[in-house]
C-alpha cells in the first residue's frame, strides 16, 4: 500500500472551559490511505466531529500529529490553512451551508474562484461536478427551490469540484430523509469506488455507515479496538 | 475580489427592507449635502459672473466690500479724466460713480426684505453690457424714477412698472425692469446715484466703476491711483471684487457641511447597525466560505463591499432627490450686504460625483467593525451559529 494519506499520531484536543477541561480526543493514532472510505462511528459526543475537522484543517489539535500528505496541519497559519484547505479538502455539512442567495451553479463555483481558472474553465469544471451528482439540469437554481438532498448533492459537488485530496463530510445525511440519504450515500460509494476519491464521512447511523469500506469507531475521545 | 460581488447585490436584495431604510438615511444625508453645497455654488456662481474682468472697482483704502466704502465727490473728479480711462461714443470717460443703500420693501404676500439700491452713474449701464432692459424705460436723473430687476419686480410689492414705493426723502417710480440673470444684480434697484445721496443724505460715493482702455491701461491705473497718497483708494478689477464676496457663501458652507457631518454619523451609525445585523445573520456562511478556503481578508472586504454598496444605493437616490432643486432660484442674506441675493442652486457632476464620495465614506465608516467582526470569527464558531 501507498503512503498513507492522513497520518494521526497520538492526537489529542481538550477544550478549556473555563476551569473546565473537556478532552474531545485522546491519543488517538490513525492512518487513512488512498482512496479509502472511512466511516468515523460513535456515540454523541464521542470526538467524531472534533477528528474530522483536525483532518480538514478547521481546527488544531492540542497534543500530537496529523499529517496529510506530508503536511502536518498543525503547523500552517492560518492564511496557509485557507490556502491549504482550498487546495486538499473538499468538506460536506449536515445542514448542507450552500450560500441562499447564489444558485447552484454559483455554489458549485465559489472554491474555484479561488483558483487562478478562466470563466470558461470554472463553467466547465461546474458542469461536470453537477452532472457528476445528476443534477446539471438544476444549476440555474436557488437553494430554496431545490430539495433537501438535492442541495446535499450540490453540496457535493461544490466539495469535489476542486479535486480535493479529501472528501470529508459530517453527517451528510444527518437532515435527510432514508430516499435522499440513500441517493447521497450512493453518490459517496461512487465517488470512492469510481472516482477514487477518499473520503472520510463521520456518522452515527450504522445503515450509513455500512456503505464505507472500513469503520473507526471513536468512544470518550478514543479509537476502539485500536482503528 | 475573491468572494463575487453578486453575493453582496443579491444579499442586499433579499434583506430590501433594512437595505431601503438604511439607503434612505444616507439618502437623506447626501441629498442635505448635494443641496447645501448646490446652494453654495449657486450663490458663488452668482457672485463670479457679477464682475466683469475689463472693468476696474475704486474703492477707499482699506474697505473690503463696496457698502462699507466712501469717496468723496471731488476725488472722483481728480481721476475722471486721465488719460487711461476708455471713452464712450460722446466722449465722455466710463467712469460711474456709485453709492449704495439698503431699503426695507415690502415683499408680495406679506413680510418684508431688505433690498439694495445702487445708485449709479449715466455710464453706469454702458459697464454692464449683461444687464438689459427688458420692460419699460431707463430712470430719468432728477425725476425719482428707478429700475428695478426682475426678481424684485416678481418678489416684492409696489415694484411693477408705473408703481411707486417710498424710500428715504422720496417716493420712487419705477420706470422698467431689468434682466440681469445669474448676477448680484438680480437683487437690486438702480437709480441715479446723484438722486440717491440727496434722498439718504449722503454726501460721499461708494464706490467708483470705471473702464480702462485696456488691460495695460488698467494695470497702470491701478498703479497711478494707489500711488497717490491724498486719493487713499483700493483699485481692482471688478471681476477680483466679486470673486473676494464668494466668500459670503462661506457661513452656508460651514453650517451645510456641519448638518451633513451629523446627518452622516447618524447615518453611518444606521449602516453600521444594519451591516452588524448582515453579519450576525449570515455567520454560519462565513464559517462556510472559510471552510472553502477563503481568508479573513476576503471575508473582511465582502462585508465592507457590501456596506459601501449599500451607501452607494443611498447616495444615487440622494442624488436624484436633489436634482430637482438644480436651477431652482432662492435668496439668501448676503452677509457683507445686509440685503437679499438672488441665485440659482446650481448641481454639477462634480458635485454629485462628491455626493457619491461622502456615502462611500458613510458606508465605509459603517462597514469597518462589522466587517472586522465577520473577519474575526473562528472558523468553527461561525460553523455552530444557527
Ligand atoms: N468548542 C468547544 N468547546 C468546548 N467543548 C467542546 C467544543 N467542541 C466540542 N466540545 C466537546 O468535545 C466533545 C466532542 O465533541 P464532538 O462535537 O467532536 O462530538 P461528536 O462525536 O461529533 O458528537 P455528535 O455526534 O453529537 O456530533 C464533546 O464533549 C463536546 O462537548
Ligand atoms: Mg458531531
Redesign the pocket.
Known amino acids: 500500500m501507498d503512503q498513507p494519506i492522513v497520518q494521526i499520531r497520538e492526537l489529542s484536543k481538550v477544550?478549556q472551559?473555563g476551569d473546565i477541561e473537556?478532552v474531545?480526543l485522546n491519543g488517538i493514532s490513525l492512518d487513512i490511505g488512498r482512496g479509502e472510505f472511512v466511516a468515523l462511528m460513535?456515540p454523541?459526543?464521542?470526538?467524531?466531529?472534533?477528528l474530522l475537522h483536525i483532518i480538514a484543517g478547521i481546527d488544531r489539535p492540542s497534543n500530537g500529529r496529523c499529517v496529510v500528505e506530508g503536511t502536518d496541519v498543525g503547523d500552517l497559519s492560518e492564511t496557509e490553512l485557507a490556502a491549504w484547505r482550498k487546495q486538499h479538502v473538499g468538506f460536506v455539512f449536515q445542514t448542507f451551508n450552500l450560500i441562499p442567495v447564489l444558485t447552484a451553479f454559483e455554489n458549485v463555483e465559489l472554491p474555484l474562484l479561488l483558483t487562478g481558472l478562466s470563466a470558461r474553465e470554472r463553467r466547465d469544471h461546474v458542469e461536470a461536478a453537477l452532472e457528476l451528482v445528476g443534477l446539471a439540469d438544476r444549476m440555474r437554481h436557488l437553494p430554496r427551490q431545490l430539495s433537501g438532498g438535492q442541495e446535499q448533492r450540490v453540496a457535493i459537488a461544490r466539495a469535489l469540484v476542486t479535486d480535493p485530496t479529501l472528501l470529508v463530510a459530517d453527517e451528510p445525511t444527518g437532515n435527510l430523509d432514508a430516499h435522499s440519504a440513500a441517493d447521497v450515500l450512493a453518490l459517496l460509494q461512487t465517488l470512492n469506488r469510481d472516482a477514487g476519491k477518499t473520503v472520510v464521512m463521520?456518522t452515527?447511523d450504522p445503515k450509513a455507515a455500512a456503505h464505507a469500506r472500513r469503520m473507526v469507531h471513536l468512544e470518550k475521545g478514543e479509537l476502539l479496538n485500536g482503528g | 475580489m475573491a468572494i463575487p460581488i453578486k453575493y453582496n447585490l443579491r444579499n442586499l436584495r433579499v434583506r430590501w427592507r433594512s437595505t431601503i431604510a438604511t439607503a434612505l438615511g444616507i439618502a437623506l444625508t447626501v441629498a442635505v449635502f448635494v443641496m447645501v453645497m448646490a446652494l453654495a455654488r449657486g450663490l458663488k456662481a452668482t457672485y463670479v459672473n457679477t464682475g466683469d474682468a475689463r472693468n476696474l472697482l475704486v474703492m477707499r483704502k482699506g474697505s473690503t466690500a463696496e457698502s462699507s466704502s466712501q469717496i468723496e465727490r471731488s476725488k472722483v473728479l481728480r481721476f475722471k479724466y486721465h488719460d487711461e480711462i476708455a471713452r464712450n461714443e460722446r466722449g465722455d470717460p466710463v467712469v460711474s460713480p456709485e453709492i449704495i443703500v439698503l431699503i426695507q420693501l415690502d415683499r408680495i404676500g406679506g413680510g418684508n426684505a431688505n433690498v439694495l439700491v445702487r445708485g449709479i452713474g449715466p455710464i453706469g449701464l454702458e459697464l454692464r453690457p449683461n444687464v438689459k432692459l427688458i420692460e419699460g424705460r431707463l430712470f430719468q436723473p432728477g425725476l425719482a424714477e428707478c429700475i428695478v430687476s426682475r426678481k424684485i419686480a416678481s418678489r416684492f410689492a409696489h415694484c411693477r412698472v408705473g408703481e411707486t414705493f417710498r424710500a428715504g426723502k422720496r417716493t420712487w417710480r419705477v420706470a422698467g425692469v431689468f434682466d440681469a440673470t445669474k448676477t448680484t444684480y438680480e437683487s437690486e434697484i438702480w437709480t441715479d446715484a446723484d438722486e440717491v445721496r440727496e434722498a439718504f443724505s449722503r454726501s460721499f460715493y461708494g464706490s467708483v466703476l470705471l473702464r480702462p482702455k485696456d488691460a495695460a491701461a488698467g494695470e497702470a491705473l491701478i498703479k497711478r491711483l494707489e500711488a497717490n497718497k491724498d486719493l487713499f483708494v483700493r483699485v481692482l478689477p471688478e471681476s477680483e471684487y466679486y470673486k473676494e464676496q464668494t466668500k459670503n457663501a462661506g457661513p452656508i458652507q460651514f453650517m451645510g457641511g456641519f448638518l451633513a457631518v451629523i446627518m452622516s454619523i447618524g447615518a453611518a451609525f444606521a449602516a453600521m447597525n444594519t451591516m452588524y445585523a448582515a453579519v450576525g445573520a449570515r455567520t454560519r456562511e462565513i464559517g462556510t466560505l472559510r471552510v472553502l478556503g477563503f481568508r479573513r481578508r476576503d471575508i473582511y472586504l465582502s462585508f465592507l463591499l457590501e456596506a459601501v454598496l449599500l451607501a452607494l444605493v443611498g447616495g444615487a437616490l440622494g442624488c436624484l432627490a436633489s436634482l430637482p432643486i438644480n436651477g431652482m432660484a432662492t435668496g439668501t442674506m448676503s452677509w457683507t450686504t445686509f440685503s437679499e441675493v438672488a441665485f440659482e442652486f446650481r448641481i454639477t457632476g462634480e458635485l454629485l460625483a462628491k455626493g457619491l464620495a461622502f456615502a462611500v465614506v458613510m458606508g465605509v465608516l459603517g462597514g469597518l467593525l462589522p466587517a472586522r467582526v465577520a473577519a474575526r470569527k473562528p472558523v468553527?464558531d461561525a460553523l455552530r451559529s444557527a
Not at chain 1, 44 to 50: A, D, E, H
Open positions: 477544550y472551559h473537556v474531545a460513535g454523541s459526543g464521542s470526538g467524531k466531529s472534533t463521520v452515527h | 468553527l
